[in-house]
Nanobody
Framework: QVQLVESGGGVVQAGGSLRLSCAASRRALSSLAIGWFRQAPGKEREFVGC????????YYADSMKGRFAISTDNAKNTAYLQMSNLKPEDTAVYYC????????????????????WGQGTQVTVSP
């Protein structure tokens, strides 16, 4: 059973940056595809982006391209979501998810594509 723990959330002003972390345990990160999702108050959880097991492929929702970047550090068994030029509409709880299957963009763009989830971390962007 993979455990995922997100951290790094907080309050930031519009235009600022934050880096979220997703620490994995009980399995090597290099064997996992990682996805990031977010859920704003009153809205459905939405896909942010994902990265393949070897880190060679990343894919982002159109609205996140250019501002968000996903990376991994296998030595620390941790994945990251670097967010820049943040906007108030980026306010949400951010979740990381993991899966050990073959990397498949169509699968990993949706919540049901992942077997493991973290508890989420709150990001609040003030105007």
């Amino acid at each position: 059973q993979v455990q995922l723990v997100e951290s790094g959330g907080g309050v930031v002003q519009a235009g600022g940056s934050l880096r979220l972390s997703c620490a994995a345990s009980r399995r090597a990160l290099s064997s996992l595809a990682i996805g990031w999702f977010r859920q704003a108050p009153g809205k459905e959880r939405e896909f942010v982006g994902c990265i393949s097991q070897n880190g060679g492929v990343t894919y982002y929702a159109d609205s996140m391209k250019g501002r968000f970047a996903i990376s991994t550090d296998n030595a620390k068994n941790t994945a990251y979501l670097q967010m820049s030029n943040l906007k108030p509409e980026d306010t949400a709880v951010y979740y990381c998810a993991a899966d050990s299957g073959p990397f498949n963009i169509n699968q990993y763009r949706i919540q049901n594509g992942y077997a493991y989830w973290g508890q989420g971390t709150q990001v609040t962007v003030s105007p």
